[in-house]
């Protein structure tokens, strides 16, 4: 069985597939993103699956792509912003090193823009995912090894932190519940 270097989580626009591929460079390892694999197994980009199965489906999906992922990659691992909703998730990333790549709304809100592929945040996006930070900002911090914030910053010295991190330390974290 082989773990990830790191897994990096946090909401949409927090910068994890951006810091994640930069991070992945500088440990010359490979990055993987949980959202891209669900895509590449169902041939259906995310918004159509949440459209044409529902987000019941879109979360199954994406709990057995984590699943997979936590075992068998050895690089850098992003996860969707609400994978760390599935409770088994949580349990299974308590014995990873997960950095979580905090953001602030205004940041958050300017970076995702009208992102109409995110489909929880179709309408009111600012509105939308306020809500979503506010209820997942918790569990982020139930399961995080290191928290890094993304505000203000530009992606190269994110995952400059992100890897000191990983080098400082290279150890899992404890979950707090």
Do not use: W
Request: aromatic share 2%; hydrophobic share 40%; glycine share 12%.
């Amino acid at each position: 069985m082989t773990a990830p270097k790191v897994v990096l989580i946090g909401p949409p626009g927090a910068g994890k597939s951006t810091v994640g591929t930069l991070v992945a460079e500088q440990l010359g390892v490979t990055f993987r993103d949980t959202d891209a694999d669900v895509e590449a197994e169902t041939g259906a980009v995310i918004a159509d699956i949440f459209v044409d199965q529902g987000e019941t489906a879109f979360r199954r999906l994406e709990r057995a792509a984590v699943r997979r992922a936590l075992t068998e990659h050895p690089g850098v691992l992003a996860l969707g912003g609400g994978a760390v909703l599935d409770a088994d998730t949580r349990r299974d990333l308590c014995s990873q090193h997960v950095v979580f790549l905090d953001v602030s709304l205004a940041d958050a809100a300017r970076r995702v823009g009208l992102d109409t592929s995110r489909p929880l945040l179709l309408g009111n996006v600012r509105g939308r995912l306020k809500q979503l930070m506010d209820a997942r900002r918790p569990l982020y911090g139930e399961v995080a090894s290191v928290v890094i914030s993304t505000d203000g910053r530009e992606p190269a010295d994110i995952a400059g932190e992100v890897v000191r991190t990983v080098r400082g330390t290279g150890t899992a974290g404890e979950c707090r519940s």
